[in-house]
């Protein structure tokens, strides 16, 4: 079995808060977290995307997961709120900075081509209102061959009861196309006292009698657990060059240079694996 | 078979088998509040719990039978008992119970088991050395 994550915890300013929120998640088991920027661009004004603060800017002591004895992991992600096709753009170096990139498609044609052509991770499935397009079949299953995720967001069913109808329509209405498969739960937390365990998440989605959210035990489990586990590795291979190269980060620069700013991509590949066909391509 | 039993009958324990169809499960559940000064009495306690059955499944939610078993006013600990039939709709509604007198809280579930002994002790906090 895999281990638990979430990959949404809501990005706040206040420092404190997000230690709490981070270490309220490493009590409760979850061995991977995922601090999520959110990037809505306007028609208006030309917004700025947002430069992911480095995880030991933010604590100075990763707190210890529950029951593993192991630090937590931090991610950071970004999730672009998508209301015209020119918002997100594929390729674009700010994207490289983070972890896990999602997207949040607004209308049924964006979300046709973010099922079938951008390459993200993660697509949000809206909680805050009434879908506004119907989850046709087909961009669905594109979205599953290629790997693509759809995320479900827990924490505003715990705010508010008008938010939870929605969250458990628009969730039902996900899995009738998708069948239990590819989906995420995550929190999208910003306050520790939002977050739940992962059994309680695994929890709230079962089919015993049409509950909820209506995903099978097995499904739920690994909504919190190997589904988040297949995105990460999905998000691996958008910075590999067709599986061959692969870019990492250079943590190890900060022992040698403490000044430098830690952990920056490098540009030139560092990790090479051990084949002889390789060093043609690279050079 | 007969001999077997004949041997058996001296022994004084008693061996129980449930095939998949324990009648109760028992939770170990845990509020959290924003203010730490708040503390619920039992009676406050399950009112709670029975709103946000309600709320999220409605009356017929809400005449779900569970008990409280026990609790701790110090620790906000509860020892609910509920139909197995019941376990997922009190564990959802429990999840998604939010707030509790305009303050922010969270039930922590502990520990679930189909077995009152079971709850005794937790192997997530036993000390090992």
Known sequence: ?283 | MRRADKTEESAVYQRVVLKNASPYHYMKVCLVLEDASTRPSAVELKQFIITGLKSLYGEVGAALNFDLLKYDENTLTALLRVCSRGLVKLWSSLTLLGSYQNQICAFRVLQVSPFLLALTGNSRELQLY
């Open chain 1, 1 to 283: 079995m895999s281990v638990f994550m979430d990959l949404n915890l809501s990005f706040s300013e206040d420092r404190s808060q997000l230690q709490s929120l981070v270490e309220m998640a490493a009590h409760l088991g979850f061995s991977t977290v995922a601090i999520n920027y959110v990037f809505e661009p306007t028609a208006k004004k030309k917004q700025e995307i947002p430069v992911p603060k480095p995880i030991n800017e933010l604590m100075d002591q990763l707190p210890i997961v529950q029951g593993r004895s192991r630090p937590i992991r931090v991610l950071n992600r970004l999730t672009v709120v998508m209301s015209d096709s020119s918002h997100f753009r594929p390729n674009a170096a700010e994207y490289r900075r983070f972890d896990l990139l999602a997207v949040h498609p607004t209308t049924e044609k964006l979300f046709h081509s973010a099922c079938m052509l951008y390459d993200v991770d993660i697509i949000c499935v809206s909680v805050t209102e009434k879908l506004p397009f119907f989850f046709k079949r087909a961009p669905v299953n594109g979205a599953g061959e290629r790997g693509v995720v759809f995320e479900l967001c827990y924490s505003a069913a715990i705010r508010d009861s008008t938010l939870r109808r929605y969250t458990i329509a628009n969730a039902l209405t996900l899995m009738e196309s998708c069948r239990g498969k590819n989906v995420i739960v995550s929190s999208a937390a910003e306050k520790a006292l939002e977050l739940r365990g992962p059994y309680d998440a695994t929890n709230l989605y079962p089919a015993a009698e049409g509950l909820l959210f209506g995903l099978s035990d097995a499904d739920a489990k690994e909504a919190v657990s190997s589904t988040c586990r297949s995105v990460l590795l999905h998000a691996e291979t958008r910075k590999t060059a067709s599986g061959i190269i692969y870019t990492m980060k250079s943590c190890s620069q900060q022992e040698e240079t403490p000044e430098s700013e830690p952990c920056r991509y490098s540009q030139e590949p560092v990790n090479v694996p051990q084949s002889s066909t390789v060093d043609v391509l690279t050079v």
